[in-house]
């Protein structure tokens, strides 16, 4: 079993920066890739960027590349996101999840365990 807890979420101007947490309990964290996924007001959950157990791979939704950058710390159990050049349409809840073996996914029904969200807002 695993818990995901995030933060770092806030009130950011466009152009602004933000760096996402999410820390994990268990053992398990390391085996796992990790992914995060953002949700607006009225929209479906959509993916923003995976990370594979090692590190050593991540993916990114097109809208995002160039801005933001995953990255993981095992020693840690903590994956981060760091969110550059942010723009309203950025504005949204952020999700971490995890649980699924290997590479990342960019489909939320292939991750098991889901953290409660931070708010990210974006004013223009």
């Known amino acids: 079993q695993v818990q995901l807890v995030e933060s770092g979420g806030g009130l950011v101007q466009a152009g602004g920066s933000l760096r996402l947490s999410c820390d994990a309990s268990g053992r398990t964290f390391s085996r796992y890739a990790m992914g995060w996924f953002r949700q607006a007001p009225g929209k479906e959950r959509e993916f923003v960027a995976g990370i594979s157990w090692s590190g050593g791979n991540s993916t990114y939704v097109d809208s995002v590349k160039g801005r933001f950058t995953i990255s993981r710390d095992n020693a840690k159990n903590t994956v981060y996101l760091q969110m550059n050049s942010l723009k309203p349409e950025d504005t949204a809840v952020y999700y971490c999840?995890?649980?699924?073996?290997?590479?990342?996914?960019?489909?939320?029904?292939?991750?098991?365990?889901w953290g409660q969200g931070t708010q990210v807002t974006v004013s223009s």
């Open positions: 999840a995890g649980g699924r073996y290997g590479e990342s996914s960019s489909l939320a029904y292939d991750y098991v365990y």
